[in-house]
């Protein structure tokens, strides 16, 4: 772009450029610039796959009955449209930029998608496991290398903008999104929310791989009222400060570029009209300086489901009073919000605030530079090697062997010439999980063909179901289980099916909440008839919810939790099986024994388990932070540099852990800590640090944990925040069982 004005100069500082541009625009320019709509392609296909009223409930497809792509198309051009989303494929981004650049002052469109494991509403990338997988790897640079990827995935293919990482603290196994967290605990969630956002916002780049992050969903999406999706949370605000909020701070200080608000209300007021979430918070407390994003249409739900407004007008401006910046999606709010500035409801100084962070964003991603993408780059970049072998490695490292009876695994070919593979989820694309659409099969390596890749010398009999949980007929299991005497090992691949392309009969993921978490359909049929073929049984659990699946852990030898591992899953489940690769990941939520036992989390208040139940039991089905190994790890007597610190000294763990297996092994060696005793009451313990290290057989390595004020901090009685004085427990071991912990007190005076 020539350089006719200020904003037009790639020379002058963003600032400038910001305030030349703004200076130029109209209100109804600038108003455009806060506001979405789905891509075209994706609301020709809405348009024909769902009717308006269906239209009105879904969270997945979009379109706009009074205004056909053409109509949309001509209001780019016009300068009405700032961004776009859901525009998978660099075609169509290049070619509605060149409507946007048609416009009197060429402002480009910011495009986003939920790029949350890998670029997966797009055909052809690589897909990596999904956020419980790559939280239960406990390593957060290789979620930030991930992201990295994804982030050139999504250059390549004209999007800058990804509404991921969701760092929402999940404490319900019936709400259909787990998969898409990473899991329960608010300092996981933290390093992984923070890892992802590195990832993907590398500005030092000319934009080639730099990509605006979005947390979301503030807040407390994740433990809506009986884990239905958009349902109330209700919490205090003890609990929103301690548990929900400390991961957006995190994410806040890691310099998110958007925040995304949840679909729910918080304690009576939607989060998309709550002005003290949004500004008193957000803004003034963590200090957020970059925009905030409506979740889809959420804005118009305060009228239709919350019903806090009585028009959708009324709507758009308490969402914009409250701080809302940048609207998903459609043309309503764009015509009302210029008439509430015309009305003298809304200031036009109001709009400003908005649409600045929006073109600093726009500015700062080089796309008054770049408008286009290169179209003849995508096939360079999607699915490449390098991210294959990312792909691979996470997958390998979420997966978290659960039980390994008699050491039946790994599996020696030997001994098991001959292996029935059945289950809905053996050989299947349900192992890419939710935020991906149908990827080329040569792309996905399925647990089927995994295991024949890894072992061809094995005799692998497939009995398939297809991927739909809800159908399976009697007559296949029948068939399964009859084959299976012929076999000398069965792997039955069982769980969830979080297929966003399948709707209306997935299980899992968005909108797919459940009242119980067991085995839908006839797999635990499936499970319970092969195991009393007395042939040895191994499980696969597949699924993004945590299952209770307490009679497979009961009476099944092996259980592997595979969560949803990506393209090259089928792979990692496969090399881990038979031992050409040491599985290492470790629980990041708490698995039920069943539905009852939800809310079940590893950092509850003692007086959580005053007394046990009457019937069933109390305990967890699998603790957070579990996971077991081919190999076996010894701890060390704990040591601390001191014993007693004032309220800001600091105080550093030390313990050895040795392998004293014969396999080389990853061990996540994690620091929980508790307050002993405290004016306002505490979780019986908190993760508040951890190190994944490699030892070779024999190795002994020293593991240290800086214990700081920032880890013993909380809100006392007055919610003041910071360190009372008072002993405190130092554990350090494999898991967050007291069994596996090693423990020392210390002092605060
Ligand atoms: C959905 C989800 C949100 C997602 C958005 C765009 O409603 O709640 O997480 O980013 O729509 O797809």
Known sequence: MSAQYIYQDAKQPVEKRVEDLLGRMSLEEKVAQMNQYVGLEHMKKAAFEISPEEMKKSHAMGFYADYPPAKIEEMTKQGMVGSFLHVVSAEEANYLQSLALQSRLKIPLIMGIDAVHGNGMVRGTTIYPTCIGQAASFNPALVEKMSHETALEMRATGTHWTFTPNVEVARDARWGRVGETFGEDPFLVSKMGVATIKGFQNESNAGADFVLACAKHLIGGSQPLNGVNGAPFDVSERTMREVFLPPFQACVDAGAATVMTAHNELNGIPCHGNKYLMDDILRKELGFKGFIVSDWMDIERMQDYHKVSETLKDAFFLSVDAGMDLHMHGPDFYFDVIKLVQEGKLTEARINESVRKILESKFRLGLFENPYVNVANVNKILYNKNHQQTALDLARQSIVLLKNENNLLPLDSKKYKKVLVTGPNANNQSILGDWALEQPEANVVTIYQGLKQVRPDVKFNLCEFGWNLRTMKQEQVDKAIGMAKDNDLVIVVVGENSMRYQWKDKTCGENSDRYDINLVGLQQELVEGLYNMGVPVVVVLVNGRPLSTEWIANNVPALLEAWEPGSLGGQATAEILFGDVNPSAKLPITIPRHSGQIQTYYNYKFTSKWFKYA??????????????????????????????????????????????????????????????????????????DFARISLNPGETKTVEFNITPDKLSYYDAKMNYGVEAGAFTVHIGSSSRTADLKKEEFIVR
């Open 615 to 688: 019937t069933g039991n109390s305990t967890p089905l699998f603790d957070f932070g579990y996971g077991l190994s081919y190999t076996s790890f010894k701890y060390g007597e704990m040591k601390l540099s001191a014993k007693e610190i004032a309220k800001d000294g600091s105080v550093v763990a030390s313990i050895d852990i040795t392998n004293i297996g014969k396999k080389q092994g990853d061990e996540v060696v994690q620091l929980y800590i508790t307050d002993n005793y405290s004016s306002a009451t505490r979780p019986v313990k908190e993760l508040k």
